[in-house]
């Protein structure tokens, strides 16, 4: 938990957020700053809370997100 205090950016690949604790996490980057991607085909109850959310699978949208970031 600690290091989702602390990240500047957090992608969220491919859950449900429905299972605690992991659905916390989330809410502990955002609420110190932190950026939310959320990454998958449906929306989720954290959906709004997201500030970008991308409607696709992480198996083709991850590949394409590092390729974006290593540029």
């Given at each position: 938990m600690?290091?989702a205090?602390l ?11 429905s ?10 980057a ?8 959320e ?11 997201m500030?970008?959310?991308i ?5 083709k ?11």
């Amino acid at each position: 938990m600690m290091q989702a205090s602390l990240c500047d950016v957090m992608v969220v690949a491919g859950t449900s957020l429905s299972v605690s604790p992991a659905n916390m996490l989330p809410i502990y980057a955002k609420q110190n700053g932190a950026l939310l991607i959320e990454v998958n085909p449906e929306e989720t109850q954290m959906s709004q809370s997201m500030d970008l959310s991308i409607r696709s699978t992480s198996a083709k949208t991850l590949p394409e997100l590092v390729s974006v970031i290593q540029k």
